[in-house]
């Protein structure tokens, strides 16, 4: 069983345990996670890029179509942009921002926060951690 690591003070919503900071290399390969935003579960990843750790969710505003052209890898080749694989839009690892291609707009961001060797991602009105029932399939609506 792993020691429960309390995340750092929020000022709005709550933070949530995504991974050590070991796991994200700059440049490298991007740590999935799951999310529910607007009603639906959606895949997210997080990503280091230039020493900063950014997080978005997997879906491109061309055509809502995951990134990634290989499994957990969301940069081009050179570690430089974030790349939609199915049709070429470009975005910008430090915001989310188009860059170029077939881009309707940015990216939405998640915000991350680094603390004591551990990063989490912070809930915020219509973006929610993934609801999972327990063993049984009952879960208590009044745990929160």
Known sequence: MRDMVMPPPAEEGSWVYLCSTAALGDGGEAVPFDVTYLGQTCRAFAV???GAVQAYLNR???VPME??????????????????ATHGAV???DTGACAGGPCRGGLVKIQLREAEGLVYWRTQYKLEPVAVAPVGGFVNQNLK
């Open 60 to 62: 491109c505003t061309h």
């Open 67 to 84: 990134l990634d052209w290989q499994p957990n890898q969301v940069f081009d080749i050179t570690g430089q942009w974030l790349l939609c």
């Open 91 to 93: 975005y910008r690892p």
């Open 48 to 50: 280091r890029h230039r």
